[in-house]
């Protein structure tokens, strides 16, 4: 892909640097209270901080495709994709900060965002988007909608039972639904090389008869043409697919992460390679303008710093919310 | 200090480890396996050293499959192995519970005693540190509700070593939990008290015996795991402020449950308040009390208990931290028991 000026790729370049400034304000503002001695219980952010730092592309080149309609779920590392799917950033934020005017009122906090507004959820238990997302695009499909879902799961969830349960139910049912395997490699400590008995998990969608897309690179925009095809597919009532797109995480599995597990200077490495910087250079060379790219950092950054503010200023919800939204009252005769 | 009665200040993280190091020694049959538990040593600690020690033939980091993963400690010990395996979060339970309740649970019972199941599966419970709905759970009386496994849960790091190693030689599946917020960890942060002395050589903490943590007269304090810690701080309050001395009484063992010594406390105090941080409802310190009315104890006021509502833990530090049951709770319910009669 060289062609200039497409609206796709500046969305896509606007919203990996939205994502990377959202982590890199959330960086100094979760170790606030929990300095000089880390930890996790302390702090206006406190639990467990898993950043996407690297990962964006999977996010941007996906989600480029997807219209309000469609559903995506997402992981305990979820908020690029919650960008890349259009979630509220303020309400995103307040409720990372555990703010009444969160999402959901801080009741689920950085691993639990739920914004219905665009059919956006995500989890924290590993794999455990992939029955939602199935459930919706057959809820798309049997209402005659051309909605599609998305299932963002790391690599480590392609070895969870879930995963190949729903692999097999979605071939079966011909679900309008796009399997995303973010592989950055690691789950926690464990290496993917380590325990995963196939050194690409495309390989596995043969045993489901359904299309397994392998990407390297962590590219935007092979990734947008790659998921462009699935959900295209999708669209028109062909069946699943699943795309594995090989990632980098340049963080730690979660702040406060040591990571003695990783070999000499491999994060030296990974953050050489940089999605988005590499992105930018990328763009420039295509001949977009750069002042264009600095007016989508520009529009990044105000959107993450009013994001912080809003969150910031919002109050800490009464403790009598915590027992509202338990059930929720029949709204039909 | 290497002399089998040495003393010294562990964690219960390093308690765990070591328990675990010396029956590995002792017994080959014993194998370690589930995520994160070599390299790293465990997310929390316990598996530390046994790597390096005991190398990938008998410490296995396995990847997130814990259907299959415990499903396979289940056939490990029913072929004479004696396997510990790590549920890294107890909520996590949900993907693989068939393995432990119907296969772990009933090998023995199924088959008539032939095959027994000598396999612990190790698990971390508790919220208190901002980790949201999925990764705070306690499930005590979820685990302590279905017949087969003994349950045990330490509050201090001398039990954690005597426990664990009675767990390890135990004929049949022992869930062993662990408080995260007692576990040692610097990055989560550690209740002060479950740091404790612990005996250099081999010990065993009976399986099926409850602890007195503290002992008293005027009051029965019921607790597990944190909440012991909770219920020792209303004690010392008591004492302090208001010339009450409670009797505190550490569960241990959630399964088989411990009445006895639970009994003989209320029996001699009269009064009693049980705390535990899981759900409510039907709940663990319902159990307790519904003991003591069935032994038909007279009480000089209503019994009470202070468990997490029956809502899932909220992320928010204002929400959680004002459901999550805690000293001052514990100490206000004492304090109303103490002043009412029955
Ligand atoms: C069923 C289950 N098992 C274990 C965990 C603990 N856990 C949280 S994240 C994680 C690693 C996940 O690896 P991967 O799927 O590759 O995602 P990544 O963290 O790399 O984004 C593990 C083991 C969990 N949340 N759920
Ligand atoms: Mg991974």
Request: charged share 20%; hydrophobic share 45%; aromatic share 6%.
């Amino acid at each position: 892909m060289s062609k200039t000026n497409q609206p796709h790729r500046l969305w896509m370049y606007e919203n990996m640097v939205k994502s990377r400034a959202f982590e890199d304000a959330i960086k100094p503002a979760y170790l606030e209270g929990k300095t000089p001695r880390f930890n996790m219980a302390r702090g206006p952010i406190p639990g467990e901080m898993h950043l996407s730092d690297g990962q964006e592309p999977c996010a941007v080149g996906v989600c480029a495709h997807l219209r309000e309609s469609d559903t995506v779920t997402a992981t305990h590392r979820p908020h690029h994709a919650a960008i890349a799917k259009g979630v509220d950033l303020d309400r995103m934020a307040a409720e990372i900060f555990g703010r009444d005017t969160g999402l959901s009122g801080g009741r689920g906090g950085h691993m639990h965002l739920f914004d219905a507004s665009v059919n956006f959820a995500c989890s924290g238990i590993i794999a455990q988007g992939m029955g939602p997302a199935l459930g919706a695009a057959m809820a798309a499909k049997l209402r005659g909608s051309d909605a599609v879902a998305v299932a963002y799961i790391g690599e480590g969830a392609a070895n969870q039972g879930a995963f190949h349960e729903v692999m097999n139910l979605a071939s079966v049912w011909g679900a309008p639904l796009v399997i995303v395997i973010e592989d950055n490699g690691y789950g926690v400590s464990v290496s993917k090389a380590s325990c995963t008995a196939v050194s690409r998990n495309a390989d596995r969608a043969a045993a489901y008869a359904m299309p397994g897309i392998h990407i390297a690179g962590n590219d935007p925009d092979a990734i947008y043409d790659a998921a462009g095809e699935a959900i295209a597919r999708a669209r028109r009532g062909e069946g699943p697919s699943l795309i594995e797109i090989e990632t980098s995480r340049l963080e730690g599995h979660f702040m406060g992460d040591q990571e003695a597990y990783r070999p000499e200077g491999e994060k030296d490495r990974l953050k050489a390679m940089d999605p988005i910087p590499r992105y930018r250079e990328r763009l420039l060379a295509d001949g977009i303008d750069a002042a264009e790219l600095d007016a989508c950092e520009k529009h990044a950054q105000q959107a993450v710093e009013t994001a912080f503010a809003f969150a910031r200023g919002s109050a800490l919800p009464d403790p009598a919310s915590a027992f509202t939204s338990v059930f929720v009252e029949r709204t039909t005769a | 200090m290497n002399t089998a009665t040495a003393i010294r200040k562990q964690t219960i993280a390093k308690a765990m480890s070591e328990a675990l190091a010396s029956e590995m020694e002792r017994d080959p049959g014993v194998v370690v396996l589930g995520e994160d538990i070599g390299k790293l040593g465990g997310v929390f600690g316990n598996t530390g050293g046994l790597l390096e020690r005991f190398g990938t033939e008998r410490v296995f980091d396995t990847p997130i499959s814990e259907t299959g993963f415990i499903g396979a400690a289940v056939g490990m010990a029913g072929a004479g192995m004696r396997p510990v395996v790590e549920l890294m979060f107890v909520d996590f339970f949900g993907v693989c519970m068939d393995a432990i309740y119907n296969l772990a649970a009933k090998q023995a019972y199924f088959s008539g005693g032939q095959v027994s199941c000598p396999m612990v599966l190790m698990t971390s419970v508790g919220g208190g540190y901002g980790d949201a709905g999925q990764h705070s759970q306690c499930l005590y009386a979820t685990f302590g509700h279905l017949p087969g496994m003994k349950v045990v849960i330490p509050s201090n790091a001398h039990d954690a070593k005597g426990l664990m190693l009675a767990a390890i030689r135990d004929e049949n599946p022992v869930v062993f939990m662990f408080h995260k917020a007692l576990q040692g960890m610097g990055w989560l942060g550690t209740v002060a008290g479950s740091i404790t002395d612990v005996p250099d050589g081999e010990y065993e903490v009976p399986i099926g015996k409850a602890g007195v943590a503290r002992e008293g007269t005027d009051i029965t304090l019921v607790g597990l795991g944190i909440t012991v810690h909770h219920c020792l701080a209303a004690a010392d309050a008591l004492s302090r402020e208001d010339g009450v001395e409670a009797e505190v009484i550490d569960i241990r063992t959630i399964a088989p449950l411990d009445r006895e010594t639970i009994l003989a406390s209320v029996r001699k105090t009269g009064r009693v308040v049980v705390v535990d941080d899981d759900y409510l409802s039907c709940g663990l310190a319902g159990e307790v009390i519904a003991s003591i009315a069935e032994a038909g104890i007279p009480l000089a006021s209503p019994p009470q208990r202070i468990s997490h509502p029956d809502i899932p833990i909220p992320f928010s530090p204002a929400l959680e931290h004002a459901v999550l049951p805690n000293a001052e709770m514990t100490l206000a319910a004492a304090r109303q028991s103490i002043g009412e009669r029955a």
